[in-house]
């Protein structure tokens, strides 16, 4: 996949996971084609993927080239004038629209505040019937008329779809700070809470449906419920699955060259609560003692990023929590917080926060308080308005008892030591009885150290390895891959497939598609046969001409699978020496 929207995360190959919401919005996107696809909300806080499943959403559409042509735009979270929001916003939809049409990525990066080179370049890609929406915006920005060229800009999408009989796929990143960072004056005081309002026709358009979303949960389903009820579908990003979060963990430990020890791999998944926010600051830490070898280095980047000034974790909380306790400027609030943090796996009535902490407020008065804090995510709504929970994670109740719990009551942050200890001892033995031997990590971790071989070590070693290998083909030397990645079929692709690692190589050598399998049975026929089934949709998609397929099992392979392995020209080991870190 090309990318073609410059993706935020970075090294593309970051991007983890989210299979299940990929495949769920892919399919939304496919039935924008015969408009039967509604505006959707997504909620999640920050850093838990939501920017990278919407910019990837993004470069999947664009690529796929099928009639619907993607628009992303992120509001920003610094103040501006409407005409000059308006503007950028206009302009950025025509640039994309344009490099779409054209597969020109140029454009991406045109200025978004010249109109006349906008009406040039649609001149030129033979686009001439967007120029009167484009004149027409010019016209009102002249006249400073924000109002004029906000209503040009928000309908362009939908109204150039409608002209075309195309379909337009409308991404808005941060959508609830068009309610608080837009203003009506150049000089930016006279704000516009109700802006997101002006979308109340515009998201009901099947042919230029909005896919927007927001890192502040309940402020935006509050300004979506009271200012576009009815308009929106929600859709909340969960935590990862077990085995994408395995994956993620050995994806970040290849790419950052950070080393994770087998036994770390679970344990560190059950810790971070498999949330990718969680898993990517810990190894992004700054902490100068970062070891994920054993679980003392575990526990103490752990314990730094949630405890330390200079933690990612803590600071990230503290961007929600400082906000909560600005709006509601009450001294109680950080108690209720830490009550309801307490208390976090029951729902807690308003009488009771009110009777336990001896607040003397009306219960009105409290509910606001209450709405606030929710709408700040610090903590959530329960099964009714009358009952509520504290936010329903460990490392948040540890952030905020690590800052505020002092102040409040006794407290000694040794406590948050020891808790973070039997935690892990906790789910270590969990482990050992759910899982055995780590059974379900020891195939990804085999992956993990079979690249990073193949990365660093094989081209320099050829004849070792090979003697390690049977059945190479006489003239195969491993070489340096340009790209080593356990591979995945396209979401909505038939059949689905999952290779364990595919390397690509240059055109004249040979490119490597690996069975990897760690465990005490041995490889059968059958395996063998699915593999090559594999193998061969993986060569007909990525367009591959020359490989070698190879099967690493660590218990063996029975002497009719060999028979077959060598019989189709596929290699095989058993040796140990591919799981060894060098």
């Known amino acids: 996949m090309n990318i073609w929207l410059k993706e935020r995360i970075g090294n593309p190959e970051l991007f983890t996971g989210r299979k299940k919401e990929l495949s769920y919005f892919l399919n939304w996107i496919d039935r924008i084609k015969p408009e039967l696809s509604q505006s959707t909300a997504i909620l999640s806080r920050r850093k838990t993927g939501k920017t990278a499943l919407l ?3 993004y470069n999947l559409t664009f690529q796929k080239n099928d009639s619907i042509i993607p628009f992303y735009y992120e509001i920003k979270e610094t103040d501006k004038w409407l005409l000059d929001f308006s503007r950028d916003f206009l302009l950025t939809f025509v640039y994309q629209y344009i490099a779409f049409k054209t597969r020109k990525q140029e454009y991406f990066h045109y200025s978004k505040s010249n109109y006349s080179r906008a009406l040039k370049s649609l001149k030129k890609e033979n686009l001439n019937y967007l120029s009167h929406l484009v004149e027409d915006a010019e016209l009102a920005d002249r006249q400073e008329n924000p109002d004029a060229l906000w209503d040009i800009a928000r309908d362009m999408p939908r109204i150039t779809a409608e002209h075309t009989d195309e379909r337009v796929l409308q991404i808005i990143d941060e959508f609830q700070f068009l309610n608080r960072y837009i203003f009506r004056d150049k000089s930016c005081k006279d704000r516009i809470a109700n802006l997101a309002g002006s979308y109340l026709g515009t998201a009901e358009y099947k042919n230029a449906p909005m896919l927007v979303a927001g890192s502040w949960v309940g402020w935006l389903a509050r300004d979506i419920l009271k200012m576009l009820p009815g308009r929106f579908l929600f859709h909340y990003l969960e935590k990862l699955p077990e085995h994408e979060t395995v994956e993620m963990i050995l994806k970040y430990s290849y790419l950052e060259d950070t080393p994770v020890a087998e036994n770390i791999v679970p344990l560190m998944a059950g810790l971070t609560e498999e949330n990718p926010f969680y898993i990517g600051s810990l190894f992004r830490s700054k902490f100068q003692g970062k070891d994920f070898t054993n679980k003392k280095g575990l526990l103490e980047t752990l314990e ?22 600005k709006e509601s400027n009450d001294v109680h609030a950080k108690k209720i917080v830490l009550y309801l943090s307490k208390h976090r796996k029951r729902e807690v009535t308003r009488d009771e926060i009110r009777e336990k902490l001896n ?5 009105s008065e409290l509910e606001k308080k209450l709405k606030i804090l929710i709408n700040a995510d ?12 504290g936010v329903r994670d460990n490392i948040f109740d540890k952030v905020f008892r690590g800052v505020y719990q002092k102040e409040i009551e006794n407290f000694d942050p ?38 990073h071989l193949l990365r660093h070590e094989v081209y320099k070693n050829n004849e070792f390895f090979k003697s390690t290998t049977q059945n190479l083909p006489d003239v195969f030397e491993f070489t340096e891959y340009e790209r080593i990645w356990s591979y995945t079929s396209p979401p909505l692709y038939e059949p689905e497939f999952q290779i364990d690692i595919f390397a690509r190589a240059k055109e004249d050598e040979y490119s490597l598609i690996w069975e990897v399998k760690n465990r005490k049975a041995k490889f059968a026929v059958k395996e063998a046969e699915e593999f090559v089934q594999k193998a061969d949709e993986l060569m007909k998609l990525e367009s591959v001409k020359k490989a070698v397929l190879i099967v690493f099992s660590a218990g063996g392979f029975f002497k009719n699978t060999l028979e077959y392995l060598e019989k189709h020209d596929i290699a095989w080991t058993d040796n140990k020496k591919w799981l060894e870190r060098k």
């Open 414 to 451: 040794k406590e948050i030591t020891n808790e973070y200890k039997a935690r892990s001892e906790k789910l270590l033995k969990q482990i050992r009885q759910l899982r055995g031997e780590y059974g379900r990590y020891k195939g990804a971790f085999a992956e993990f150290l079979i690249i």
């Open 304 to 325: 730094f990023e949630t405890l330390h000034r200079e933690g990612g974790i803590k600071g990230t909380w503290m961007e929600y929590v400082s906000y909560a306790l």
């Open 55 to 57: 910019q990837r959403l």
């Open 378 to 389: 610090i903590i959530e709504q329960g099964s009714s308005n009358f009952d509520y929970r």
């Open 359 to 363: 607040l003397e407020m009306t219960d």
